[in-house]
């Protein structure tokens, strides 16, 4: 299916101009050799078209084709220059045979090319230029040319490799090279065609993350060992793909891979979606930048919902999105995913509804980046001089685990609450990303429906002893910071008991709650307006949690589902708080609940 799916993306790709022709790929091309419309160089030195954005040369799309073992054979009028000029790789015997070795092979391939067509003038001017030994007078700058450097062939105005009759000879030696020699049915296209030995391409070193170490080219399909083959097939043998639509199939994802708009790479994979039409999502944006309706907007462009299909039928709107990671030379798909173009837009919608949540500093609930959820999981420490998330800290797989939960609509991973909770007893830092992340777990666990601003922002009236005690706890710090002065705390009672709070909240809160008396009676004589306005709501929340109603009073102890609502409505009141000053500041009524 995913064969299939990336064929199709790339005939219409290809249509619209944005892959190259089949069996090209996009290279750097550090040195352009000009020659005359006679075969005779035009420069005595090769042109440099490296600059101090393209370091390694001009992006180009030039003949490619995979190939390995002792002897790797030529690439056709784009190569490094040990194929090209025969430029060795060292000074011994055997690098500058080496070197004479492909030369001498490039050169033959070359004058294959002027025999398929001998009606192009410029092929005959290659060729020439070749076979009379001139290439070996060019003047290459030691002192910044690398053997490794790719060269590409310029007649005149005209790229050799560009000449139709190039590309059509290209073509039919790379089929020659990675034919099984057998014909078959195509498994892709299902049209009886010659099938392929190997996948004549591989996905291009860096466009799969590595995590660590140093990326090379991945082979999507590979069996090179009996072990792995199903009953001891190599390669191939038992996925018969035709040479036409394993090179799409591999140009298209190498494609979809390097276009910034449609992928989604995280420290040790990439995610790449597409549309069976064709069209490009362009999601980053969502991802990167969420805000308010933006989902809706996004989608407009799309038209409409499709219509309820009949089954088997086309849906040329489908969503395809595949997650890839590599190991050594091989890639590894992780997960696979193809439903409506609507379904995918209610998905969306729906990760937006289920973790927007009140913030500190900014009025209203708040979206976040899901780069930024899946770095909450991680430590809060200090780098480079400064507070942040510690993303090395991170549970492995997080961030593209979320983007699966966001995408498919499913509850997040199991392992993520009680290593955030971990992480928040730890770090003893609650901000919006970790309020974000809870009220997403909490609101996709399993249970009753909830409304769908559950848990979004302040609730005073929520039947949910776990979620008061929260409150309580933020309540009798603020009560601690008026009584005593913020500027005059060194240690809060967050940054000694919210720890053990959290777990077990009722000796915590009563011991704490007894110590707040003496904070009162301070209040009271300094500053009565706020001791009223803090008395009032410590009654208030107490009031909830009273024992004498079912599934009320203090609780001993917390599951972890009861320690992320407690650290909700420890969030949730935290924020209303300082919704209230900057009210006040505004001269707005604040709500009522919301006053000190």
Partial sequence: MLLQRLTEYAGHAREQGRLPRPYYRARPVRWAIMLQP?????????????????PLGEQMAVPYVNRSGVRPPPMLLADDLRY????AAGDSERERCDSDRRNAEFTALVSEWRDSASDDPVAAAVASFFQRGLHRELRFPEESAKATDVAA???????????PSATAFWAQVVRGRKSSDATGLCLVCGQARPLLGTIPEMVKSGLIPVGSGRGRDAALVSVNNPAQGRGGKLQLASAPVCDQCGSAAMSGLNGLLADGTSRYRTSDSVLTWWLRDGRRLPMMQW?????????????????????????GTFDARAFCAVTLSVNQARVVVRDWLEVPLSEVRQHLKAWD???????????GPQ??????????????????????????FMPDGCERDLLHTALRGTPPPGYLLPHLMQRVRADRHVDLPRAALLRLILARSPGPPRKESYMTGLDPDLARPPYQCGRLFAVLEEIQAAALGRDNINTTIADKYLPAAIAAPRAILTMLRRNAIGHLRRLRRTNKGAWCALNDRLDEVIGHITPGAEDSGIPATLALAGQAEFILGYHHQRAADLAAVRARKKDITPDQGDAR
């Fill in 38 to 54: 006679d075969g005779t160089p035009a420069l005595s030195r090769p042109s440099d078209r490296s600059d101090g954005e393209h």
């Fill in 367 to 392: 979206l976040v980046p899901l780069w930024r959820l899946a770095a909450s999981a991680g430590r809060w420490g200090t780098e480079q001089g400064q507070e942040r998330y510690l993303r090395s």
């Fill in 84 to 87: 090209v000029i025969g430029f």
């Fill in 353 to 363: 509804a289920d973790h927007a949540v009140t913030d500190l500093w900014t009025d």
């Fill in 153 to 163: 062939i310029m007649v005149g105005s005209e790229w050799a490799h560009e000449r």
């Fill in 287 to 311: 991802l990167n930048e969420p805000r308010p309706g933006q989902v809706e907007q996004f989608f407009r462009e799309f038209g409409a919902p499709a219509r309820r299909r009949r089954p």
